[in-house]
């Protein structure tokens, strides 16, 4: 049984593949660790100022919905808590399995809006930052050959140019 053999279009062509692939994924990097350190980071400063407190659950609904043709159902939790010495009561939406009326969870309120509870998500904003600083990192590293290559070619042009140049001025003398 003989190979498939590979002539030189096809060689080119997958030079080309590969030239693409590796200018365009330092990009992609860059780009991906931008919004996740964007988005850890927001996440992390958005609750920064907000103050920890228990909070009892009072009530779970649940209302169905259909995604993709399947039958899913979304949970929220109705919480009381306590803030400066006044009661409030806040609706937490998209709560997972595991949450029961009368447990207490540990909530973030906003001094500003008392009355507005989230549940804290201090792991997903460390977890994006440090997902995003390591992408960012590995585009940067993966980025800067690539900016150096175009900046010697770019030198190289100009020094050709300016190489042609003496020998115009040389040979007119």
Do not use: C, W
């Amino acid at each position: 049984m003989r190979g498939r053999r590979i002539d030189r279009t096809d060689m080119k062509k997958n030079d080309r593949l590969n030239d693409t692939f590796s200018k365009l994924l330092p990009i992609v990097l860059l780009l991906l660790g931008i919004s996740l350190l964007g988005g850890g980071l927001g996440i992390l400063t958005t609750q920064a100022g907000f103050q920890k407190t228990d909070a009892v659950i009072t009530e779970i609904a649940s209302a169905p919905y259909t995604l993709n043709g399947r039958e899913k159902s979304a949970s929220t939790a109705y919480v009381s808590y306590t803030l400066d010495g006044v009661s409030h009561t806040s609706e937490l939406g998209g709560v997972r399995k595991g949450y029961v009326q009368g447990a207490t969870v540990a909530v973030l309120v906003d001094p500003a809006l008392p009355e507005n509870a989230v549940l804290p998500k201090t792991a997903e904003g460390v977890v994006r930052t440090a997902m995003g600083s390591a992408f960012l990192l590995a585009g940067v590293v993966l980025f800067v050959p690539l900016l150096r290559a175009v900046f010697s070619a770019e030198a190289k042009k100009r020094e050709e140019l300016y190489v042609d140049s003496d020998a115009v001025e040389e040979h007119k003398a």
